[in-house]
């Protein structure tokens, strides 16, 4: 039996926890960095602990004003600081609740550089080696990240439900048309190749080869509840557990 994991980005404010959680199998939760703060950390903790959700660290730049979206020109040694406190502070908020932090997943800007600079890559890489060896990494196919962490960390492959993607495996920027897709039936179609055959079709209309081990929507995404619920209620008629 093929299986996935359907995870989302959560705790930045959008206030769906109670909604996406039940219908997720982890989670990655803001910790401070672009959104959240430690009443919401407890609050999305809580959420996960309720329904038996994996739970990550989503660190990101350290700028709330962009949502983490844009490259800061900060240090390696102010961002690496920034990242290890950020994941910190969700480990200790977990443990206090009796939970385990799983995974980690940076978030937006950050994401996007370690997946093509190496600098960035290795800086988070140590930074997470730093809090917890055991800790496993979501990181997109292909990508530079993926390659350097695999001698260091559990590394989880992860394609985006509701993101376009060009042929070069890059994610189509959200201020293009077809950046974002939020309508349930088209986020269905993107996702099962992903699953089912190890493809990926790009904006382009190339099929590539892909494969991953776990499907990211965004809390943020419009109709992500409607989009999640699809999605799973899609995965269940073909015989695909999720886990």
Excluded: W
């Excluded at 982890?26 to 959104?35: K, Q, T």
């Excluded at 994996?54 to 709330?64: C, E, F, R």
């Excluded at 800086?123 to 962490?149: C, F, G, H, Q, T």
């Excluded at 959200?174 to 055959?197: C, F, Y």
């Amino acid at each position: 039996m093929k299986t996935i994991d359907i995870n989302s980005d959560v705790g930045e404010g959008v206030g769906n926890e109670a909604l996406l959680m039940p219908l997720l199998s982890s989670c990655n939760i803001a910790c401070g960095g672009h959104a959240g703060d430690e009443d919401i950390m407890r609050e999305v903790l809580a959420f996960a602990k309720a329904y038996n959700v994996k739970i990550g660290a989503h660190p990101s730049y350290p700028d709330k004003e962009n949502f983490g979206r844009s490259i800061m020109e900060i240090s390696d040694k102010v961002l690496k600081e920034s990242i290890i406190d950020q994941i910190s502070k969700l480990k200790h908020l977990a443990e206090e609740n009796g939970q385990h932090l799983h995974h980690v997943k940076p978030h937006g800007a950050l994401y996007n550089q370690a997946a093509i600079d190496k600098r960035v890559a290795m800086l988070i890489i140590e930074a997470i080696r730093s809090v917890d060896e055991n800790l496993a990494i979501y990181v997109p196919y292909k990508s530079v990240i993926a390659k350097l962490a695999k001698p260091y960390l559990t590394t989880i492959i992860e394609g985006f439900a509701d993101r376009s993607y060009h042929q070069d495996y890059t994610l189509v920027s959200r201020t293009h048309a077809e950046g974002v897709l939020n309508n349930a039936q088209d986020v269905v179609a993107h996702v099962l190749p992903m699953i089912m055959k190890d493809n990926l079709i790009s904006l382009e209309g190339h099929i590539l080869p892909f494969k991953v081990d776990t499907i990211c929507v965004h809390g943020d995404t419009e109709n992500a509840i409607d989009i999640v619920r699809a999605l799973r209620s899609q995965l269940h008629s073909e015989g695909i557990q999720i886990v």
